[in-house]
């Protein structure tokens, strides 16, 4: 259970795919940044992104993501990059060892049966909230 496991002395390690709006949104997050949960590291195609940091994380290329994930120890990936590279990206995870993605493209994925994945789409969040709202 999640009670049990924060009890313990783990640290869940994160991994980012995609420093657009969003995922600099993540990257500063509080939330991300504590005992129980870290944000590792990040992963751009953009080679203005590559070598900054943003909130003490660095972004790497992209094509490091196997060296840096296994390095780090990451326990989930994080999708946040535009669709049509959403199952590049996948991919490079499950080959880099994850097999927990949180997927915050508006799109599926195609997994093996032993990856564990998270599907966030704002919009069926939001509507489930106003839906929720007007019982």
Known sequence: TL??????NNTVRLVLFGVGNLGAAILKYPGFHQSK???????DVSPS?????????RIYPVERA???????????GIIAVPKEHSQEVANY???SGLHRIINFAPCSISV???VYVRN?????EFLSLFCDSQK
């Open 49 to 57: 992104k590559v070598g900054k940091k943003i909130n003490g994380v």
């Open 66 to 76: 196997p060296e840096i994930i296994r390095r780090c120890k990451a326990d989930i």
């Open 3 to 8: 009670a049990n496991y924060l009890l313990q």
């Open 37 to 43: 949960v870290k944000l590792a590291a990040a992963f």
């Open 120 to 124: 966030f789409d704002f919009t069926i």
């Open 112 to 114: 093996p049966a032993k």
């Open 93 to 95: 995870m499950v080959l």
